[in-house]
């Protein structure tokens, strides 16, 4: 699959635009930052995205129940953390690639190459 389109769910906002760039370093060019779920769950259901990054921890809620809609949806998404394992997960969502922060243009390719090919194996 070649990647297009993508969606950002992360709400510190440097962050999100560290990934933008990143993103645009490995060639893609249509990039949307949703800060918070709201902006994620109207961004999915009015656009179409090859794959979806998500971090985990948004505050006050997580991205496990965004990441879950998804699934039913058939977009392919990977979680961004500070944390470098997934133990912690729900179960059903442990084997879902994770790119570890702080993250470099290297790993972010190695993140879009999987997402891409649809490995679900962890990274």
Same mark, same amino acid.
């Given at each position: 699959?070649?990647?297009?389109?993508?969606?950002?769910? $992360? !709400? =510190?906002?440097?962050?999100? #635009? $560290?990934? +933008?760039?990143?993103?645009?370093? /490995? *060639?893609? &060019? &249509?990039?949307?930052?949703?800060?918070?779920?709201?902006? @994620?769950?109207? @961004?999915?259901?009015?656009?179409?995205?090859?794959? @979806?990054?998500? !971090?985990?921890?948004?505050? +006050?809620?997580?991205?496990?129940?965004?990441?879950?809609?998804? #699934? !039913?949806? *058939?977009?392919?998404?990977?979680?961004?953390? *500070?944390?470098?394992?997934? %133990?912690?997960?729900?179960?059903?969502?442990?084997? /879902?690639?994770?790119? =570890?922060?702080?993250?470099?243009?290297?790993? #972010?390719?190695?993140? /879009?190459?999987? %997402?891409?090919?649809? !490995?679900?194996?962890?990274?």
């Amino acid at each position: 699959m070649t990647v297009q389109r993508v969606l950002i769910l $992360e !709400d =510190n906002l440097i962050i999100a #635009m $560290e990934a +933008e760039e990143i993103l645009r370093l /490995v *060639g893609i &060019q &249509q990039i949307e930052i949703a800060s918070n779920l709201e902006q @994620a769950v109207n @961004a999915v259901h009015s656009e179409h995205y090859d794959f @979806a990054m998500l !971090d985990v921890n948004l505050g +006050e809620s997580t991205s496990f129940g965004f990441a879950r809609l998804l #699934m !039913d949806r *058939g977009i392919s998404f990977g979680f961004v953390s *500070g944390y470098s394992d997934t %133990l912690d997960f729900p179960a059903d969502l442990r084997h /879902v690639p994770l790119l =570890n922060k702080p993250f470099d243009e290297q790993a #972010m390719r190695l993140f /879009v190459h999987t %997402l891409a090919a649809g !490995d679900s194996s962890a990274m």
